[in-house]
């Protein structure tokens, strides 16, 4: 065994990946044709492009939340701002603004949302449960407000393309979801910033005694949350060319959540890893792929992603690992 | 002004709220203040009122339950199904459903505590697995015909007057007066308390941690089960989406009561309060009728706002002058 195997396999993003890896070997058996991409009109088909393309969203919420948690924290508002900024976007652009204007309106709504929780967590001191419940109550029935208590229809064949578009064969919002987990590591782990949210969720008080800005630093976790939580609605009000303000980002939330610590980040904060969200957002769209392949009905499907949190909830405890240990001492190496 | 009374300003506040809020409702609406009205607060609103006194008790305990509103609709389904289509006896349905539902809960509390899962990750696979399943049981609606719930739909309690309670409400008051009473008046209610204000003294204490924390979300997910059951007779139906969504106004109305969500403080009439409080909210939204529906949660989510800044600055007081260990 070759050393950098070796280091692959201590790395905390082994397992969610080997499990993805499980994923596609069990969808593969099921359906020979289940990797199978084709290229037709210059754009690629197929079950692992619709997977990075419907997953799209979620990696996108997964990328906010890895920040929100990495401070100890907990965005419950995600889909209600998700909700808001599809809103925002469609009435904007069916009251004949542009394009620009409308992501703008959008990305503020996010921006704002993301403020707001923030402030509360970091300056007000309110658990981060609680301090976000209030967005997730308030803004899905802001989101209907805006709309009108209607779905808006929105045709816009640009906005389309944010959802739906096809870029040098690959689908855009896939392309734009990499970009942002590219453009994360980039900041976070080529700065100190990265260690500045660790350390925040680590020990605040160390934090601040060590000349950290604590509460700047939630605050722009918060606000990065906020801005993601919008770009997913974006994208979720441009993939179906509509704003549903009553289903749109309806817990998605906590499959951002489930995403994040699938990836190997804990819920108490301290440590983060960007590639594990990454992996555990697309494990969770290939999961329900694999619910829709094996013709489980989608509203069954909650059942087996439950049966998973409490899996990886026990295999990440210390109890389990104590036992496995045991197990793995006692038995003849 | 005196430590007792300090303690009790937040279900003060609420009550003070409830008090602003019925008599503007009375002042703008003609026929607010009736009878009618006021039951209809309690009948409307009892299967939110049961899952709010178990999600007290929890979140005295320092934790939470989002299962909830999943349990309310998977209990609904599940003993419409077996009393309508397998022709189970309506009692007999029931007690499945309660041992179902307290499975569940127990099963969720032995999770978090021996694997020391947060109670959040726990409580939403459990909300996944009872929305699951209630889905697979049926995804349409089940009405129920038989005599039993006609008649229990059809009782009330007479007050005098023509008003009278029916029968979800006699449910909401007992579990009320359950809840209120093992919360604040029984050794399990304090070790409730002493758990949720800090575990690690709550152990040196002698606290039996396992127990009790096994027995508060069982008890969270038992009110839940009749939660789901008088919500069956209330629509005269089972139906799986029932409850989506409630855990979270079940949530406000526990934090608008005034009880804190980190645990260790609170009082069960204070759940009482908030009920009230959404109840009037919602009551005085129908009698509008020109503001929409929108503006309930809009209302709500404001409330809640107001009330943890409140709670917030109250706790910051408190914690300053009765440990000073705890304020770093």
Redesign the interface.
Known sequence: MSRKFRELLRSPVAWPLAGLLLLVLVNVLINPAFLRVTLLDGHLFGVPVDILNEGARPLVLALGMTLVIATGGIDLSVGSVMAMAGAVAAVLLAGGHSLAAALAGAVAVGLAGGLLNGLLVARAGIQPIVATLVLMVAGRGIAQLVTGGDVTLIRHAGFAFIGNGYLAGLPFAAVLAVVLYAGAHLLLRRTAAGLFLESVGDNPVASRFAGLPVAGVTLLAYLGAGACASLAGIMAAANIQAADPYRMGENAELDAIFAVVVGGTALTGGRFLLAGSFVGALFLQTLAQTMYQLGVPPAVAPVPKALLILAVCLLQSDRTRGWLGGLFRRSPA | MSPALHRRLPLLATAAVLVGLYASGGLLYDGFLSGRVALNLLADNAALGLTAVGLTLVIFSGG?DLSVGAVVGFTSIFTATLVERHGVHPALAAAAALAVGGALGAGMGA?IH?????P???T??????M???A??IS?ESVGLTHPLYNRLAAYELPLGGRLGLPVTSLVLLAALALGGIIAHYTRFGRNLLALGGSESSALLMGVPLAGTRIAVYALSSLAATVAGLVLALYTGSGN?TFGLGLE?DA??VV?IGGTL??GGRGHLLGTLLGLLVFGVIQTALTFDGRL???????I???L??AF??VQ?LLHERLGRRRDPIHT?
Request: proline fraction near 4%; aromatic fraction near 16%.
């Open positions: 939470i999770l021996w694997f020391r899962q947060p959040f990750l726990i939403l696979a459990g909300m996944f697995l929305r699951g399943g889905y697979w995804t799986p979270l949530i406000a934090v969500l980190r929409s529906a929108q503006w309930g949660r809009i709500v989510g404001a809640l706002l943890i800044l917030r770093v």
